[in-house]
């Protein structure tokens, strides 16, 4: 909500304006006795000790079990002061919220468990991210926004594999997908 603060340029910015709304999604999966549940925050991180709280509520007061719940935050640089980063420090009214609404966005996904077909497929995308961490040609490590001509090259690799997990229902219609992608999105 407006203000909210925000997290993610070690300075404190507080939100004056929504544009574009955040969110917590859930998928639950069940096949006969075995489940597996997903968790997945526009936030910048996630801290342990909240994901514990969140899948103890969930395990509470639905019966699922915490342990099969993978919780993930797509690390946006824009999202609520989760954590206290520098002098920046957690916006504790937001974190008072989180472990209930996740835990009833992930009870909502389990009401409507359904029979479902899921499909599996991965390619590359190679452009879009890429390790800014540069060798320099006197030994140390910089983070780059463009190449240096003192970089001798990237510190390490780049993931391009973008992986896709497609959730549909018996009419074929897409009910949800889990994408796995590589990168930094720090863009504001």
Same mark, same amino acid.
């Given at each position: 909500?407006? =203000?909210?603060?925000?997290? &993610? ?13 955040? @969110?917590?999604?859930?998928?639950? @999966?069940a096949d006969g006795p075995e489940r597996a549940g997903f968790l ?15 899948? /103890? ?8 079990? =915490?342990? %099969? ?36 966005a992930f009870a909502a996904a389990l009401d409507h468990l359904e029979?479902? /077909?899921? &499909?599996?497929?991965?390619?590359? /995308?190679?452009?879009?991210? @890429? ?7 006197d030994g140390t490590v910089k983070t780059q926004r463009s190449l ?14 973008? =992986? ?7 009419? %074929? ?16």
């Amino acid at each position: 909500p407006v =203000g909210t603060r925000k997290i &993610g340029w070690l300075k404190e910015i507080v939100g004056t304006e929504v544009l574009d709304p955040l @969110f917590a999604r859930a998928a639950a @999966f069940a096949d006969g006795p075995e489940r597996a549940g997903f968790l997945q925050f526009d936030l910048l991180s996630i801290r342990w000790s909240q994901v514990r709280a969140i899948r /103890e509520r969930i395990r509470s007061e639905t019966g699922f079990p =915490g342990e %099969r719940i993978m919780v993930a935050a797509t690390h946006n640089h824009a999202g609520p002061a989760v954590a206290n980063v520098g002098d920046v420090p957690r916006d504790e009214a937001y974190l008072a919220t989180l472990v209930e609404r996740s835990a009833a966005a992930f009870a909502a996904a389990l009401d409507h468990l359904e029979d479902v /077909e899921l &499909g599996f497929g991965s390619g590359l /995308e190679p452009d879009l991210a @890429f390790n800014r961490r540069m060798i320099m040609r006197d030994g140390t490590v910089k983070t780059q926004r463009s190449l240096s001509p003192e970089a001798l090259g990237p510190e390490g690799p780049a993931d391009p594999e973008v =992986g896709l997990l497609a959730v549909r229902g018996l009419d %074929r219609t897409l009910k949800g997908c889990l994408v796995n992608f590589a990168c930094h999105p720090v863009h504001h």
